[in-house]
């Protein structure tokens, strides 16, 4: 079986940073594509950014530049480096686990972050 816990999630200022971990628990880590979503309130789930089970990564044009996520294989945790947040970043993160050449997501339980002055 497959869990996810997110943790690091907080309250910070706007121009602040929060590092986000996915602590994954199960088998074959490695082979699990890894992706961070967020929603708001009132809005639709966005995926953020994803991080491959090789280490190549993709984000959300809204993030590109501040957002970084990396993984440590070793270690069986995904990141997810916030820099610059601003108050529209405000919102419920998730990570989720995708085993590669599959379609059926593991999701955890969301962890919140409020950019707020």
């Known amino acids: 079986q497959v869990q996810l816990v997110e943790s690091g999630g907080g309250l910070v200022q706007p121009g602040g940073s929060l590092r986000l971990s996915c602590a994954f628990s199960?088998?074959?880590?490695?082979?699990?594509?890894m992706g961070w979503y967020r929603q708001a309130p009132g809005q639709q789930r966005e995926l953020v950014a994803q991080?491959?089970?090789?280490?190549?990564?993709t984000y959300a044009d809204s993030v590109k530049g501040r957002f970084t996520t990396s993984r440590d294989n070793a270690e069986n945790t995904a990141y997810l480096q916030m820099n610059s947040l601003k108050a529209e970043d405000t919102a419920v993160y998730y990570c989720?686990?995708?085993?590669?050449?599959?379609?059926?997501?593991?999701w955890g339980q969301g962890t919140q972050v409020t950019v707020s002055s």
């Open positions: 991080i491959f089970g090789g280490g190549s990564t």
């Open positions: 199960g088998r074959s880590f490695s082979i699990y594509n």
């Open positions: 989720n686990a995708i085993q590669i050449m599959s379609n059926y997501a593991h």
